[in-house]
């Protein structure tokens, strides 16, 4: 899960992901503020990356 959130809300901040993360048994990668900074996709696209990596290989 990549979620993106507003800090206004306080601790509801990224709340979606949270939930998706729990009911579908999935890892929560990133969270971001509104539209996200150019650091923002760079952390993304690394972290997307560094998961797959991770994956067994279907052979």
């Known amino acids: 899960v990549i979620a993106a959130g507003n800090r206004n ?3 509801a901040y990224g709340r979606a992901g949270d939930v998706i993360k729990q009911k579908c ?3 929560y990668l ?5 539209m996200g900074t150019p650091q923002d996709v760079d952390n993304v696209r690394k972290g997307v990356s560094e ?8 052979v």
């Open 9 to 11: 809300f306080g601790e």
């Open 25 to 27: 048994g999935v890892p």
């Open 30 to 34: 990133y969270r971001f503020e509104l």
């Open 51 to 58: 998961f797959w990596q991770r994956q067994p290989q279907n």
